[in-house]
């Protein structure tokens, strides 16, 4: 049985916003921005625009948030965009803020890149971990992923990331720059893939709900998680009544918006949840395809030539 108390999840998020804020800040002050390096997204934008003219890093990420914060909420609702919208004000003050007190790193750019990219990873994985987006070109691609279902979000990302690192090349003068600027992003992708994941995208939850509200739950994780769920008939030992049983897979990081939704939608539900040591398929990891043995080789080839 879930019971959730609506207090403590508020003081959850604000904790690790909170800590993902100082995080970013520290990444951003301290190794990025000084060592020109910037390392995708709006924050890479607002580094670039800084260095151009002196513009504050956060006040730039957070005005260059609001037209797709509007588009946000015309197409996905206010529950998601409302919890964005306050992860991306408290980022965005600890970016400025920590500009007048954290002393900035000038040693090895290598160095830089890669404290650089694992400080903002672990501070995203944070905002991530309570259901949140921070905004700028990961809402983006989630906006575009929600109306193109074929688009993936990673290479949405990966497309608009490049674009950035070619504009800061550009910017700084600097093939090295941009080239930094990559190393950041790749080691601020894996510290998000090890935080929210663990050492497989493919792990996660599996969740077997009970409820008499199965259609209201299963409504919810397909328009607010986008996840699949599939709905089991099953019958009550004692009682005798049939109804639906809801089995859903979700990544760790969706678990407290999964729990939420559960909570908000029935109280009384019944949940049960375990390990998925391994989830492949559309969402999780690709379904790998068998190799192929030396036998079905041969096999293939005599086929061919009768």
Known sequence: MIRL????????????FLVGGCLCSLAVNMFTSPNNIAPGGLTGVGIILRYLFETPVGAVNMLLNVPIFIWAFIEIGYKL????LLAVVICSLFIDLGAMIIPPYKG???????????????????????????????LVARLLSHRHRHLSVGKLLMGIDVI????????????????YAVIAIFVSTHMIDSVLYGTSNGT?????ILSEKYEGISRRILEDLDRGVTLIPDK??????????????VRRHEVTRINEIIYEEDP????????????????????????TTLRQLI????HKKS
């Open 268 to 291: 009384d539900a019944f949940v049960i949840v375990g390990e998925a040591g391994e989830i492949t398929g559309e969402g999780f990891h690709p379904s790998r395809s068998e190799d």
């Open 236 to 249: 009550g030992g004692y009682s005798g009544l049939p109804g639906e049983m809801i089995l859903c897979a």
């Open 81 to 84: 965009v409302g919890k964005s």
């Open 204 to 208: 996660g939850k599996l969740y077997f």
């Open 108 to 138: 090895d750019m290598l160095l830089a890149a890669v404290f650089g990219g694992a400080l903002e990873g672990l501070g995203l994985a944070l905002f991530l971990m309570r259901g949140s987006t921070t905004g700028g070109t990961d």
């Open 164 to 179: 950035v690192v070619i504009f800061s090349m550009l910017a700084y003068k600097s093939p090295e720059s941009a080239l």
């Open 5 to 16: 108390s609506g207090k403590k999840n508020v003081f959850l998020d604000l904790l690790f």
């Open 299 to 302: 096999q293939r080839l005599r």
